[in-house]
Nanobody, 119 residues
Framework: QVQLRESGGGLVQAGGSLRLSCTAS????????MGWFRQGPGGTFVAAIS?????TRYGESVEGRFTIDRDAENTVYLQMNSLKPEDTGVYYC???????????????WGQGTQVTVSS
């Protein structure tokens, strides 16, 4: 079982930046592919990072503006730049025991953190 806790959401003006964090516990972190989604399971895929941190993948709407990375301990980050009102939503961290870059069917989910971008 993996427990995930997100933080870093908030209210920001269009064009601004936010950095989300997600801390994992209960499983060997290095064996997990990690992802970010907007609006949760079945929602919009935002970004994924491989277990090694070498490979990343982004949703079309955030490519070039968002960056996903992870540390060696237990945290994955989502740096969100040039934010737009359409980026507004609840952002969820997710984990999957996978050596690829999955965009669906994650096994564990956090509770989400609200991001609101005002125009």
């Amino acid at each position: 079982q993996v427990q995930l806790r997100e933080s870093g959401g908030g209210l920001v003006q269009a064009g601004g930046s936010l950095r989300l964090s997600c801390t994992a516990s209960g499983h060997t972190f290095r064996n997990l592919a990690m992802g970010w989604f907007r609006q949760g399971p079945g929602g919009t895929f935002v970004a994924a990072i491989s277990w090694s941190g070498v490979a990343t993948r982004y949703g079309e709407s955030v490519e070039g503006r968002f960056t996903i990375d992870r540390d060696a301990e237990n945290t994955v980050y989502l740096q969100m730049n040039s934010l737009k009102p359409e980026d507004t939503g609840v952002y969820y961290c997710a984990a999957k025991q996978d050596y690829g870059l999955p965009t669906v069917n994650y096994d564990w989910w956090g509770q989400g953190t609200q991001v609101t971008v005002s125009s």
